[in-house]
């Protein structure tokens, strides 16, 4: 069976403890044809010692922060593999994550991005994941449109991939893995390993949802993203209009509600590009 070079990248701010775990995570696998890529986002910590505690790391720093987007990018730029991983500096990666998600990659060679399952961690407890966000195989574009089903800890996908969709908006200060999955499952399906080979760690208070003020507006900028730049079919046209005007019509009211100027005249703008309503239903 092919062993291809997996390229894992980390992208961190400010987290030396929690990033020490995941490192770990990655050195424990039982796959070892990988490299791994630590990209420091202009932490202000004491997160570059991570290249002391851990020698054998391709360590990169940001000189200011960026965002997580432009810290994946970095990776992915100075990165060899014919796969890439992501794995966020708070998620551990159980020992034969690489190995068996590599294996399923090789037994279906024309699938592109493939995730496993998971195991939630909140607050140090297991919590089960509530029946929207249940992971499926296959044409997911149509649920994706609603949240994000893909986590980027789980994911791996062929470099050739991203040369045809292009890499993270570093536009966007969240939902910049929310923008990556829908420019790619429009098109191609998502392989899922049943297997739950990453623990998902939350609930701490430097997560970007919680950091992230009005954060569906990313969202929204995905959306119409997508609708200016896609060749969608009809029925993927008419889905992501009702989606983008459901999530602009939250987002406007709440706006209404707090006399946010900035955020109407946002929505008012989404509104005007792409003709949606901003009304409720």
């Known amino acids: 069976m092919a062993q291809p070079l997996v390229s894992v990248i980390i992208p961190v701010y400010n987290r030396l403890n929690f990033l020490k775990e995941a490192v770990e995570s990655v050195l424990r696998q039982t796959y070892k044809n990988y490299e791994l890529i630590i990209v420091d986002d202009g932490s202000t910590d004491d997160t570059p010692l991570i290249k002391e505690i851990f020698p054998p790391i391709k360590y990169i720093r940001h000189p200011e922060n ?23 500096s708070d998620d551990l990666w159980l020992p034969e994550k690489l190995e068996k998600q590599v294996e399923f990659m090789n037994q279906n060679p024309d699938l592109l991005i493939s995730q496993t399952e998971e195991i939630w961690i909140r607050n140090g407890k297991r919590v089960n994941p509530r029946k929207k966000h249940k992971k499926e195989g296959g044409n997911i574009f149509f649920r994706s449109l609603e949240l994000c089903l893909i986590s980027p800890s789980a994911v791996i996908l062929k470099r050739e991939l991203l040369k045809e969709v292009g890499l993270f908006d570093e536009d966007l200060k969240a939902a910049e893995d929310y923008d990556l999955w829908l420019r790619i499952t429009w ?33 929204i900028i995905a959306l119409k993203k997508l609708l200016l730049s896609v060749p969608l079919s009809n029925a993927q046209r008419s889905a992501v209009l009702k989606e983008l005007q459901r999530k602009c019509w939250i987002v406007y009211n709440g706006a209404l509600k707090k006399n946010n100027s900035e955020i109407i005249d946002f929505c008012q703008n989404i509104a005007g590009e792409t003709g949606i309503k901003l009304k409720g239903g």
């Not at 297997?195 to 009005?214: A, C, E, F, N, Y």
């Open 66 to 88: 960026k965002g997580v987007a432009a810290a994946r990018n970095t990776g992915i730029k100075n990165s060899h593999g014919e796969l890439l991983a992501f794995l966020d």
């Open 187 to 219: 098109k191609y399906p998502v392989g899922l390993l049943p297997q739950p080979l990453v623990i998902k760690r939350g609930g701490h208070p430097d997560q970007l949802s919680r950091t992230t003020p009005v954060i569906d507006r990313y969202r």
